[in-house]
């Protein structure tokens, strides 16, 4: 299997935990997201690309802007109504995130 179908075969199977998290961890938002995150070798997605399936990775207010700019552009990979809810939960927390710089959205894969 070559990089690019294994990055794509990564990101339909992989579920990841999104958690919106102050500096202690201690906020307790965070939804169950499955099959939305582009592969790791898709140019097209800076930030959403480098999310690591297998381990944490972590945004800050700072990259919110981009981060929202690209979570738009993966919708159209949500295929049935408990990914929708889920991707619009990831929005919600990422809008809350872009606007206090002590909050952070972390991704932890399985």
Known sequence: MDNL???CYIAAKVSLVVKLE???GERSEWVMLHAVIPGNSDGSFP?????DPFG?????HLQMREFLREWEMVKDRVRDES???????????????????????????N
């Open 22 to 24: 102050d500096d202690l």
């Open 5 to 7: 179908s294994q990055d």
């Open 47 to 51: 930030l959403l690309s480098g999310i």
């Open 83 to 109: 990914q929708m809810e889920a991707w619009e939960k990831v929005k919600r927390m990422a809008e809350t995130c872009r606007h206090d710089r002590d909050l952070y959205l972390r991704f932890v894969g």
């Open 56 to 60: 944490k990775t972590v945004f800050n």
